[in-house]
């Protein structure tokens, strides 16, 4: 199976920034589309950016213009740089991956990370 491994979750003040990193590690073949979802407290999980393999990406309404999502397909590691941030962005922050194991016909897996807090104080 997959591993992804989240960081550069912290405590920042409103209007600063923060860049998350999750790297994938495993027997991969291929990795699809990747992305972060975040959850504050009491409150569904839901969605903030993905990119696919190619560089397309899509945006939360609410984030659009602030983050940026990125990805480095030869370190199988994507980014979320976040900027002008919010006290309602305060949620934990996880890493998803689309992806394809080594092998012959192996299905798609999506895997999800451990998560990684960000809070953001007013």
């Known amino acids: 199976q997959v591993q992804l491994v989240e960081s550069g979750g912290g405590l920042v003040q409103a209007g600063g920034s923060l860049r998350l990193s999750c790297a994938a590690s495993?027997?991969?073949?291929?990795?699809?589309?990747m992305g972060w979802y975040r959850q504050a407290p009491g409150k569904q999980r839901e969605l903030v950016a993905t990119?696919?393999?190619?560089?397309?990406?899509n945006y939360a309404d609410s984030v659009k213009g602030r983050f940026t999502i990125s990805r480095d397909n030869g370190k199988n590691t994507v980014f979320l740089q976040m900027n002008s941030l919010k006290p309602e962005d305060t949620a934990v922050y996880f890493c998803?991956?689309?992806?394809?194991?080594?092998?012959?016909?192996?299905?798609?897996?999506?895997?999800w990370g451990q998560g990684t807090q960000v809070t953001v104080s007013s």
């Open positions: 998803t991956a689309d992806w394809v194991p080594l092998g012959i016909r192996r299905p798609p897996i999506v895997s």
């Open positions: 495993g027997n991969i073949f291929s990795i699809n589309t």
């Open positions: 990119i696919t393999s190619g560089g397309s990406t």
